[in-house]
Nanobody, 122 residues
C-alpha cells in the first residue's frame, strides 16, 4: 500500500502562485508515475500533470502548460506542483495520485491523496 498526503493549498489572488506538495509513504518503490488531478465544484475530476519516476518526463493538460511545473524527489518520495499565473478557473480541490503502472493512465484503484483546496480569487 501507498499513502499520499498533500499540503500547500490555500487562497490566492489571480496572477499569484502556490506550491503544492505530496508526500508518499509505504511501498513507494513500487510507484511508477505520480501526478496531480483537480476537481472543481460540479465538474468531473480532471488530469493536471504527471511525472515519470524513471525518466522524469512531465506531462501537462493544455490549460496549465507554461504556468504549472511538476517535479519529484525520489529520494524524499515527494512530488510537487508549482502553480504560477493562477486564474479563477484553477479553483478546485487538487489531488495527488500515484500508480504502479507505466504511463499516465490513472485509475480509481490507484493511490489517491485526500485533496487540498486551491481557491483563486479574481
Amino acid at each position: 500500500q501507498v499513502q499520499l498526503v498533500e499540503s500547500g493549498g490555500g487562497l490566492v489572488q489571480a496572477g499569484g502562485s502556490l506550491r503544492l506538495s505530496c508526500a508518499a509513504s509505504g511501498r513507494t518503490l513500487s510507484i511508477y508515475t505520480m501526478g496531480w488531478f483537480r476537481q472543481a465544484p460540479g465538474k468531473e475530476r480532471e488530469f493536471v500533470a504527471a511525472i515519470s519516476r524513471s525518466t522524469d518526463t512531465a506531462y501537462y493538460t493544455d490549460s496549465v502548460k507554461g504556468r504549472f511545473t511538476i517535479s519529484r524527489d525520489n529520494a524524499k518520495n515527494t512530488v510537487s506542483l508549482q502553480m504560477s499565473s493562477l486564474k479563477p478557473e484553477d479553483t478546485a480541490v487538487y489531488y495527488c495520485a500515484a500508480t504502479v503502472r507505466p504511463g499516465i493512465r490513472f485509475k480509481d484503484d490507484d493511490y489517491w491523496g485526500q485533496g487540498t483546496q486551491v481557491t483563486v480569487s479574481s
